[in-house]
């Protein structure tokens, strides 16, 4: 019978219990469009030096790695989250009332406001009965998303301009905001798609590198490329059915 294969599948991330060694909650990567797992094995050789040929006489194993490499195609907070090293803070949406931009502002200057995901933007000035500024007249916005508004005609004006509006929830994820990398459970749910057979993998503590081609302009579709560790478990290592780093499984044939 055909043993043959081609793999598609799911992979999925949750974060380990670093008391029982189980995963918990997980959450799906979205499309991978690329993933390769390597593993290699450091060697020590030792060649013979009795016979006059020095061949090779033992060879110790010193040590084990493996890496996997992923390329993940969608903008999720999880993708995010192992990209950037970082926690995601919830920004809940709200408004902002007399927030006072800088002063001596000139006609093209442009300004940021301090929220981004702006709506309902009314911009007054400094004077004691204030007047409302007229977009297209006195400003006009560059972005809502970034919050920047560019001055038009400021003369007749008194600063300093304050601005009230509201602004949107958002997800805030600083770079490096983790102290260490991030670590997951990582499991694969596959079919071979020449058999029909299913395949798992199951890998237990994979240490993800900050990505290190994160582009921001795309002509084409935008992916995540990112490497991951393998890193011992030694909770599983004591299942002789799972191993220290993970465990792959195959379907029986029918």
Same mark, same amino acid.
């Given at each position: 019978?055909?043993?043959?294969?081609?793999?598609?599948?799911?992979?999925?991330?949750?974060?380990?219990?670093?008391?029982?060694?189980?995963?918990?909650?997980?959450?799906?990567?979205?499309? /991978?469009?690329?993933?390769?797992?390597?593993?290699?094995?450091?060697?020590?050789?030792?060649?013979?030096?009795?016979?006059?040929?020095?061949?090779?006489?033992?060879?110790?194993?010193?040590?084990?790695?493996?890496?996997?490499?992923?390329?993940?195609?969608?903008?999720?907070?999880?993708?995010?989250?192992?990209?950037?090293?970082?926690?995601?803070?919830?920004?809940?949406?709200?408004?902002?009332?007399?927030?006072?931009?800088?002063?001596?502002?000139? /006609?093209?200057?442009?300004?940021?406001?301090?929220?981004?995901?702006?709506?309902?933007?009314?911009?007054?000035?400094?004077? /004691?009965?204030?007047?409302?500024?007229?977009?297209?007249?006195?400003?006009?916005?560059?972005?809502?998303?970034?919050?920047?508004?560019?001055?038009?005609?400021?003369?007749?004006?008194?600063?300093?301009?304050?601005?009230?509006?509201?602004?949107?929830?958002?997800?805030?994820? /600083?770079?490096?905001?983790?102290?260490?990398?991030?670590?997951?459970?990582?499991?694969?749910?596959?079919?071979?798609?020449?058999?029909?057979?299913?395949?798992?993998?199951?890998?237990?503590?994979?240490?993800?590198?900050?990505?290190?081609?994160?582009?921001?302009?795309?002509?084409?579709?935008?992916?995540?490329?990112?490497?991951?560790?393998?890193?011992?478990?030694?909770?599983?290592?004591?299942?002789?059915?799972?191993?220290?780093?993970?465990?792959?499984?195959?379907?029986?044939?029918?």
């Amino acid at each position: 019978m055909s043993e043959l294969y081609s793999l598609q599948g799911r992979f999925f991330s949750a974060v380990r219990n670093a008391t029982t060694g189980k995963p918990g909650k997980r959450t799906w990567l979205g499309n /991978a469009s690329a993933a390769t797992l390597a593993i290699s094995a450091n060697k020590s050789d030792k060649n013979e030096s009795f016979g006059g040929s020095r061949g090779l006489y033992g060879s110790l194993i010193t040590g084990k790695s493996g890496t996997l490499n992923i390329t993940l195609d969608e903008f999720l907070l999880e993708n995010l989250t192992l990209a950037l090293h970082s926690t995601p803070v919830a920004i809940a949406s709200g408004t902002v009332s007399a927030e006072a931009l800088p002063t001596g502002l000139v /006609a093209g200057d442009e300004v940021q406001l301090d929220k981004r995901f702006v709506s309902s933007l009314v911009l007054t000035d400094g004077n /004691a009965s204030p007047v409302t500024l007229v977009e297209g007249t006195h400003y006009e916005i560059v972005s809502l998303a970034g919050g920047i508004v560019k001055v038009l005609s400021p003369a007749s004006l008194t600063q300093p301009f304050e601005a009230d509006y509201s602004y949107a929830a958002a997800d805030s994820l /600083a770079i490096f905001a983790n102290s260490t990398p991030p670590e997951r459970w990582i499991f694969f749910d596959g079919i071979n798609t020449v058999t029909g057979d299913q395949v798992i993998l199951d890998l237990f503590r994979v240490q993800f590198d900050p990505v290190s081609d994160f582009a921001l302009i795309n002509d084409d579709w935008g992916g995540l490329q990112l490497t991951g560790t393998l890193l011992l478990d030694p909770i599983n290592l004591k299942n002789g059915n799972l191993g220290g780093y993970g465990r792959m499984m195959k379907s029986k044939a029918a």
